[in-house]
């Protein structure tokens, strides 16, 4: 069957340090893979988009690697702050090459992160 | 920021009763889902409308859902019939063309179905 998981329900770390999400994924083959960010009560927010041919991304402190090999993605937020405190989201749609567009979602991470 | 609106914020309804929740997406933009996130669950997909048709749904989205965009700028959810576990949050998204623009999410209508 197709999932994506990302394995850790939470993640607590320390200010200052660099937190790292894992999103997995099963049967699926897809072109491009996405990151957002959901705080408590809102919609997601999108963070980082990164394609099949392309093994890392970053956007300021935010870096995505992406593995079709292993079928996996890591996200990373280094010198981490409290307000950096959400759960994350990865994304994908599961339409290679489609122009539908519609997203298939992991559960999140929900990450806190202490002063 | 361009943003998505969707209105109400919070909608109680009766099981059986019909809603239409609202959403009003980034005005260039032609692509509109709808999903939504039952408490403590993942974000689901229910639809996408694209040229003012369906392009695609999920399993969810049952002969109870329909979607219209009625004028150039509106995008509504009907649920005819609600039931209790239609209770979640439902979020609007819209993006501007190709499948890898990013889609903007709207804030989300709460439906509480008792």
């Known amino acids: 069957s197709q999932k994506i998981e990302q394995n850790s329900e939470a993640l607590n770390i320390q200010e200052g340090k660099t937190a790292t999400l894992t999103c997995n994924y099963t049967?699926?083959?897809?072109?491009?893979l996405q990151w957002y960010r959901q705080d408590p009560g809102r919609g997601p927010v999108f963070l980082l988009l990164i394609r099949e041919n392309e093994k890392e991304k970053r956007k300021e402190r935010l870096k995505v690697t992406f593995d079709t090999t292993l079928k996996q993605s890591l996200f990373h937020i280094t010198a981490s702050q409290p307000a950096d405190s959400a759960t994350y989201l990865c994304a994908l749609d599961p339409n290679y090459g489609g122009s539908q567009g519609n997203l298939i979602f992991g559960k999140g991470t929900k990450l806190s992160v202490k002063p | 920021e361009p943003e998505v609106t969707q209105t109400p914020s919070h909608q109680v309804t009766q099981m059986g009763q019909e809603v239409i929740l609202h959403c009003v997406p980034i005005?260039?933009?032609?692509?509109f889902y709808w999903y939504r996130q039952i408490l403590g669950q993942k974000v689901e997909f229910l639809v996408s409308?694209?040229?003012?048709?369906?392009?695609?749904k999920s399993e969810i989205f049952d002969d109870q859902f329909s979607v219209e965009r009625p004028d150039g700028s509106n995008f509504t959810l009907k649920i005819r019939s609600t039931k209790l576990e239609d209770s979640a949050m439902y979020f609007c998204a819209c993006r501007e063309r190709t499948s890898t623009d990013t889609q903007y999410f709207g804030p989300g209508t709460r439906l509480t179905v008792l």
């Open positions: 049967n699926y083959s897809p072109a491009y």
């Open positions: 409308f694209y040229n003012n048709e369906i392009s695609e």
């Open positions: 005005s260039n933009h032609l692509y």
